[in-house]
């Protein structure tokens, strides 16, 4: 079974440029998880998916962070215009209900962004 | 409010001794579940081990136990018997009835040779 995929892996950009990420979550996950991890803390939900429909965007930036899922698949989470305190690293995770109410969260390898 | 501590930023263990890494949470949910994850150095994150908030028993998955003492709101991992491979950051999570995932701020482990 693939796992969730994400990319780029790095990236580099200057203040007030654009950036993209993009996730492919594990086939027949119905829920996407974008995370904003800042060196030496814990992961911070920025968005949640179910289908593509938004769960919970409460600690997204919305006037700079966007994300979408088209088609209940993939997922893009935009940041425009990056400033110095974006950079971190920026995993997607995906998860299906195992019954139960057990939702095991499968991650990507993470995008790590730096911004100059 | 949603909230997970971790009080402990940096643990130690001898390698082949237990240690327990500290976890407490504040939700007023019913139902709930808590999990525990690794993340190495190479960054990826590993779910290690789940326990429902009406699961009676303690979830046990390997070398890996969590003591689950609801009334204390605490979830701690138990590492039995630590590898030099258990070297790496362990987050406690919360998975809240909206299902959203809140995650503490981590403990860093050092198994000592």
Not at chain 2, 77 to 90: E, K, N, P, R, T
Request: aromatic share 12%; net charge neutral.
């Amino acid at each position: 079974e693939a796992g969730v995929a994400q990319s780029p892996r790095y990236k580099i950009i200057e203040k007030r440029q654009s950036v993209a990420f993009w996730c492919n979550p594990i086939s027949g996950h119905a829920t996407l998880y974008w995370y904003q991890q800042i060196l030496g803390q814990g992961p911070k939900l920025l968005i949640q998916f179910q289908n593509n429909g938004v769960v919970d965007d409460s600690q997204l930036p919305k006037d700079r962070f966007s994300a979408e899922r088209l088609k209940g698949v993939d997922s893009t989470l935009k940041i425009q215009p990056a400033k110095l305190e974006d950079s971190a690293v920026y995993l997607c995770a995906s998860s299906l209900d195992l019954g139960q109410g057990i939702y095991e969260q499968f991650f990507g390898p993470g995008t790590r962004l730096t911004v100059l | 409010a949603q909230k997970i501590t971790q009080t402990q930023p940096g643990m130690f263990v001898q390698e082949k001794e237990a240690v327990t890494l500290d976890c407490t949470y504040d939700t007023s949910d019913q139902s709930y579940g808590l999990f525990w994850y690794k993340q190495p150095s190479s960054g990826e994150m590993i779910f290690l081990i789940y326990q429902g908030s009406y699961d009676e028993q303690n979830a046990t998955e390997g070398r890996y136990s969590l003591n689950f003492q609801k009334a204390r709101k605490s979830a701690n991992l138990v590492i039995s018997a630590s590898q030099l491979g258990d070297s790496a950051m362990y987050f406690c999570a919360m998975r809240g009835a909206g299902n959203q995932f809140y995650f503490g701020t981590g403990t860093s482990l050092t198994v000592i040779p």
